[in-house]
Structures are given as structure tokens and as C-alpha cells.
């Protein structure tokens, strides 16, 4: 008798695998899993999404969507699950049914229990993939660090005061 085994060979085969909504990333062939987010994360989420919402549609400036929805980065070969993911106009090809292939123009992390993946791993993977804009959002202190890609590195830019997030991609000061 001979038995076919369909054992998943890489990490993105197991993720492929994964029922729908799990809180799951792949970056570098490696798994990594999220438990819940917190409710202060949630709410922050919420209150800056609203106003990004709001922004993008009356200025039809881009897309703004929110977790979960996969990104599939390298040619697919890494995807992560951004909280807040912004797509311009001019770039929403990008955007599919299944999730967005392709480097968004900005991504924002609330950093609730996984703060030292999301300023590494994360980190590095967006500047690796050429994201313009990403911006760290702790959400016990209520800061955002946002970095610009400038020739292929992130630079810090200028911090704003607890609870105020600027987004320079679309020239937008939002308190949350």
C-alpha cells in the first residue's frame, strides 16, 4: 500500500491550512501567533481607524483597512496582519479578495503584548519590503513612533505628545 501524505513542508503551508481568522503571521518561514488583543488596543484601534475612515473618504485619498486582513509580502512568501493598513489611490491594485499582495503605502502596530516582535521582526520586514510609513503605537502609554523610509532605512521622526498620531502620508493629525 502506498499512502500520500500531505504533510506541510514550510510555514506558509501550515498557515495556508489555518482556519479562517486565525491570528497568525509568517515572516521568514517562521510562525508567529497572536493571542487576542487587548481592549484598550481595540479601542484605540477603533478611534483611529474612525477618523482615518472618515478622512480618506471625503479627501478619496486611498484605502484604509483593518485587522485582519493578510498581507502577503516578498512574493508572498512572508504575510503579516497589520492593525491598520492605508493603500493609496494611486496603488490599490494591490488590493484582492483574499487580502492585499504587495507593499501598502503605511501600516500602524498597536503594541500591546507582542512590543519587542513588532519593533524587531516587524520592523525589519517593512523596511525590507519598502512600506513608506509605519508607525508603532504603544498602547499603555498612548505614544506613536512614527518612521519614514528614506533610501531603504526608517528614520524616526519627530514624537508627538501622548495620545496624538501624525501620518504623513496623508499630511493628518488625529488624537485618539
Known amino acids: 500500500m502506498n499512502y500520500i501524505l500531505d504533510i506541510p513542508r ?3 503551508e501550515v ?3 489555518l482556519p479562517e481568522g486565525t491570528l ?3 515572516i521568514d518561514n517562521a510562525l508567529y501567533m497572536s493571542p487576542s488583543p487587548t481592549t484598550d488596543h ?4 477603533g478611534d483611529i481607524f474612525t477618523e482615518i475612515l472618515l478622512y480618506t473618504k471625503r479627501k478619496n485619498s486611498g484605502k484604509i483597512i483593518l ?3 493578510d498581507v502577503y509580502l516578498d512574493d508572498e512568501q512572508n504575510v503579516v496582519q497589520p492593525d491598520l493598513i492605508f493603500i493609496t489611490q494611486g496603488n490599490t491594485a494591490i488590493v484582492h479578495k483574499k487580502g492585499v499582495y504587495g507593499s501598502p503605502n503605511m501600516v500602524i502596530e498597536i503594541l500591546s503584548s507582542n512590543k519587542t516582535y513588532d519593533k524587531g521582526t516587524k520592523f ?3 523596511q525590507r519590503n519598502a512600506i513608506a510609513e509605519y508607525i508603532m503605537i504603544d498602547a499603555d502609554t498612548k ?3 512614527g518612521y519614514l523610509l528614506v533610501e531603504g532605512k526608517y528614520h524616526l521622526q519627530s514624537s508627538m505628545p501622548a495620545g496624538q498620531l501624525h501620518i504623513q502620508q496623508l499630511s493628518l493629525t488625529i488624537s485618539f
Not at 481595540?42 to 484601534?45: A, D, G, P, V
Open 10 to 12: 514550510t510555514a506558509m
Open 15 to 17: 498557515f495556508n491550512m
Open 24 to 26: 497568525c503571521e509568517v
Open 42 to 45: 481595540q479601542i484605540i484601534l
Open 67 to 69: 485587522s485582519p486582513c
Open 124 to 126: 525589519e520586514l517593512y
Open 143 to 145: 505614544t506613536a513612533s
